[in-house]
Nanobody, 115 residues
């Protein structure tokens, strides 16, 4: 079955960096658009970034220039490099894939930006 397992979240100071990972299984990873989404406390889901099978990426304005999405199709792994982190980047980060009309999510990884 489809599995997405995120990792890499932790407590970091403002201005710091983190790299999130999402290991995928149960589908042909290399063929799919992969997405990072986040949910801040008390707020709804916010789209962060997506990358297509060819490596073309899109970013939310709130993270553009600070975050970089990438993928390793040999390792079935999605990444999110987060630099210059801000307090407002604190959230539960999920990776997501849409397959045949169904959304699949991991369990999320918590990023907390605090001094």
């Amino acid at each position: 079955q489809v599995q997405l397992v995120e990792s890499g979240g932790t407590l970091v100071q403002p201005g710091g960096s983190l790299r999130l990972s999402c290991v995928a299984s149960g589908f042909t990873f290399s063929n799919q658009i992969m997405t990072w989404v986040r949910r801040a406390p008390g707020q709804g889901l916010e789209w962060v970034s997506s990358i297509d099978s060819g490596g073309s990426a899109r970013y939310a304005d709130s993270v553009k220039g600070r975050f970089t999405i990438s993928r390793n199709n040999f390792k079935n792994t999605l990444y999110l490099q987060m630099n210059s982190l801000k307090l407002e980047d604190s959230a539960l980060y999920y990776c997501n894939v849409l397959l045949a009309g169904d959304d699949y999510w991991g369990q999320g990884t918590q990023v907390t930006v605090s001094s």
